[in-house]
Structure formats: C-alpha cells, structure tokens
C-alpha cells in the first residue's frame, strides 16, 4: 500500500507542475489533488524536494533494471534520456525552480549505478582497489550528468540517440583503460 500512496503522490505532484511552477505548489495543493491528509504525505516524504528525489530515483531504477553491463551501458544512458523526456514537463519545471546542484543529486546516483555495474565487470580478474573503481565512475558520471543537464537546460532540443553515440565513441575503451592503468 506505501508504494501504491508514493506513485500517487508523484502523479499529483505531476499533474499540479502542468498547471503552475514548483514554487507555487504546496503540500496541501499535493495532499487536496491525490485525495489524502496532510499526515499521508509526510508519513512517506519529509518535503516535496523529498517527493521529487525519490521520484526521480525511481523513474531511473526502472529504467535502469536490465542496462549495467559493458554491452548495455548505452541502452541504459538512453533510457535515462527517455524516462527524463518522459516526464518532460515536470523535469523543466524542477530545473527551472531549483538550482543545478540540486538536479545534479538526483542524476548523480543513478549514472554512478550504471557505471558501477559496468566498471565491475570489465575489471572482471583485475586488481583494482574499490576506491579507484569509484573514481573512474564519479569521473565518466560527471561527464553524462553534465551532458545530461545542457540538454535539460536546452530544452530537451537534440536526440538522446545522438548524444549517446557521440558519448560512446569518446569514451570507447576508456573504461578498460582506465582499469588497467589503476590495475595494482
């Protein structure tokens, strides 16, 4: 039943961000739209900042499930694009109402998920220390996260399919370099 509440929760927060800013939407406005009491909502959030992370966490775990492999990493780069055009309307009202830091929390995780299933398995037998695993990811997540807020911020106006390409063939191998030069 908490799941069922959260998913109702985000479709208010959706439907109310088609009609007015974030700014302007309050609890109260969430809570009259889904049907439930001031309480319902912060049983599950402690905010809507709260209501939009896990939102956004969750949207990019679906789209994320089955794309954490070497050969799949660019078919779950794309399915971040397409659940982020997805919900187009409730994405550029985010960015436009709070800061780029705030959107980058949110993307951060989710692309250090991906690439952390994609840098275990290509180190497969190497001997790589954990903490040089997690720097080459945070280095190519910054990379996506920043390519993914420009087109954010330009209005969603290029093909994911395109930026993904461009991405692929600058970091060809890169990740199997970038292995083996951290190799002990």
């Known amino acids: 039943m908490s799941q069922i509440t959260k998913r109702a929760l985000e479709q208010s927060l959706k439907n109310l961000l088609l009609q007015k800013p974030l700014t302007k939407i309050t609890v109260s406005d969430i809570t009259d739209d889904c049907g439930v009491n001031r309480m319902t909502f912060y049983y599950h959030f402690k905010d809507i900042y709260d209501l939009i992370e896990w939102s956004c966490l969750e949207d990019a775990k679906r789209a994320l499930e089955q794309n954490k492999t070497y050969d799949t990493w660019q078919q779950g780069f794309l399915q971040i ?104």
């Open 81 to 184: 694009f397409y659940a982020v055009r997805e919900n187009k309307p409730f994405i550029i009202n985010v960015y436009q109402c709070v800061d780029r830091a705030q959107v980058e929390k949110y993307l951060k995780p989710l692309t250090d998920n991906l690439l952390m299933g994609v840098i275990e398995e290509v180190s497969g037998q190497m001997s790589v220390r954990d903490e040089d695993k997690v720097f080459i990811a945070r280095v190519y997540s910054y990379v996506f996260v920043g390519l993914m807020l420009d087109w954010i911020k330009d209005g969603m106006q290029e093909e994911p399919e395109i930026i993904v390409e461009k991405l692929a063939l600058v970091i060809q191998n890169a990740f199997t370099d970038a292995l083996h030069r951290f190799s002990i």
